[in-house]
């Protein structure tokens, strides 16, 4: 998020040489060819997705349950990538391939800005998905009448907007929240919760004196007022210190503590309050049996959880977004009313504000992943399915690599044995950013500022830039990559699903949902 500024890990390896065509080349992998195509191959695709576009008829069906599907930072260039990515990483044809959730009938454009901002944080754009209403950049949920900042309450509580996840919890269904980020964060966040700034995650970021409660605070206390619904069923991903007094040790990392200076155990008053079960680490979690849990809290990291690249490192385990995905729909599904989730990828921006695509595209393959799973386990008969993004980012594909070319790696044109130069001789990457961090190669993680670097620092001939520590150029030099103001996509599937079409305001996605479970 442009709020924080990300340190990614950079950790230090040794350089992958592959000799091809007499030539060292760093980094470079080949790709297995396309399958041989010719023009009946077009023909055939081309009749095929028409006759499926053909068959599609509207479901206008009232819909049980909504899942909303976040792609935090998750721009057209970034799916784009992630194809390929995953496509190659499997062996196959990158290009050709398809995320699980681009396989959804529907689609559409939305519009991120926000009420203040050409190019917006998470934080509007979010309360524009679930509220329908656009507002000003670091406010969550309340309307743009707001200021950034403002510590009167009453303003506050008059500026409230009711959220898609409120309206199920008021009509008795229940709901679920999974993010990869801390759940006090600004996507998650903004379902549930009112502030005028998305960073008071907890009680001591909070101006003394104001009676505006912090962002965990109200995960608990809001669902206690009249009609309110009875609260969050299930709540998983990271943020545990804002939950937890600053006398209170963390049961994963002993040199650290809680950072509430409230003395109050927001994790003990929501087992207590709501009868539910609490994990913290991947044992705990796998113990957990869906069938017979009402309500979980799921707390695996002090701040954010790792990205995916790293997940099989962490020393207490986390589980997947595939897995958190599958235990909130198993645990909400128990209502036979229905239900309303939201799952968010959200390390795909922290990845990318670093400027570093791997673990940016890695993460954006496990949103695919968790996609996938999802519509394995639901019924798109009775269950709209959403998938898009808060914004995007900087991020950029470019050159004209030969099909094939590694999505991470220096362009090779077609024809040549030799990667593409620049016009000051030198090779450059595929991807890029436009801001941020600049090219950096695999240093050692460390608590100092990276001074950022604009434009070409270094020969990239010897540099393996498909690493996943590889940080990639960018052309403007700032210490945090920012969002990009270009559209997002949107793709649906299930119940109203066929009103995503067009270019909309990010604000209707929030009057689908509301349509689709006859709010």
Do not use: C
């Amino acid at each position: 998020m442009i709020h924080h500024v990300i340190r990614a890990s950079f950790i230090k390896i040794d350089l992958l040489k592959v000799i091809w065509g007499g030539l060292l080349l760093v980094g470079y992998v080949t790709q297995p060819e396309a399958q041989a195509e010719d023009a009946s191959t077009w023909v055939k695709k081309g009749e095929a997705a028409l006759a499926a576009a053909k068959r599609l008829t509207p479901n206008n069906k009232p819909a049980k349950n909504v899942i909303l599907f976040v792609g935090d930072g998750m721009g057209i260039s970034t799916i784009t990538a992630a194809r390929i990515f995953q496509g190659q990483s499997k062996g196959m044809d990158g290009e050709s391939n398809q995320l699980s959730f681009e396989k959804l009938p529907y689609v559409a454009l939305s519009k991120t800005y926000s009420a203040n901002q050409q190019t917006a944080d998470s934080a509007p754009t979010m309360t524009a998905m679930v509220t329908g209403v656009k507002t000003n950049d670091g406010i969550l949920s309340l309307n743009q009448s707001i200021l950034s900042d403002e510590e009167d309450n009453a303003k506050v509580q008059a500026a409230k907007l009711i959220t898609i996840l409120e309206l199920a919890e008021r009509s008795g269904l229940s709901t679920g929240i999974v993010s990869t980020a801390r759940i006090t964060h600004a996507t998650p966040a903004a379902t549930y919760s009112h502030t005028s700034n998305r960073d008071w995650e907890d009680n001591h970021q909070v101006p003394i004196g104001s009676q505006v409660k912090d962002i965990a605070a109200q995960l608990i206390d809001n669902f206690a007022e009249k009609h309110s619904g009875n609260g969050l069923e299930v709540a998983l991903g990271g943020g545990r210190t804002n939950f937890l007094p600053n006398t209170l040790t963390d049961p994963e990392y002993p040199e650290m503590k809680g950072r509430r200076t409230d003395g109050r155990n927001l994790v003990e008053e929501f087992k207590q309050k709501f009868n539910a079960q609490y994990v913290w680490n991947s044992t705990q979690f796998n113990a957990i049996d869906a069938k017979k849990t009402q309500r979980l809290l799921g707390l695996f990291e002090p701040s954010h959880m790792q990205y995916e690249h790293d997940r099989g490192k962490d020393v207490a385990g986390e589980p997947s977004l595939t897995e958190m995905t599958e235990k909130a729909i198993d645990i909400l599904a128990q209502n036979k009313k229905g239900y309303f989730l939201m799952v968010e990828a959200g390390r795909i921006d922290h990845a990318h504000h670093a400027g570093n695509a791997y673990r940016a595209l890695s993460d954006a393959v496990a949103l695919s992943d968790a996609v996938k799973r999802a519509l394995e386990k639901v019924d798109l008969e009775n269950t709209l399915v959403i998938v898009t993004a808060d914004h995007s980012h900087t991020f950029t594909i470019a050159g004209y690599p030969v099909r094939g070319n590694p999505i991470l790696g220096k362009v090779v044109n077609p024809g040549s044995a030799d990667f593409a130069k620049a016009s000051d001789g030198k090779p450059y990457t595929t991807v890029s950013y436009g801001n941020g961090l600049g090219f950096h190669e695999h240093h050692s993680e460390t608590e100092a500022p990276i001074v950022p670097r604009s434009g070409r620092v270094q020969d990239l001939t010897a540099i393996d830039t498909t690493n996943p520590n590889y940080h990639q150029e960018a052309t403007v030099p700032l210490k945090s990559e920012t969002h990009g103001a270009e559209d997002v996509a949107i793709f649906a599937g299930g119940p109203k699903a066929h009103l995503i079409q067009g270019a909309q305001e990010q604000s209707y996605i929030f009057y689908v949902m509301k349509e689709a479970l006859g709010f």
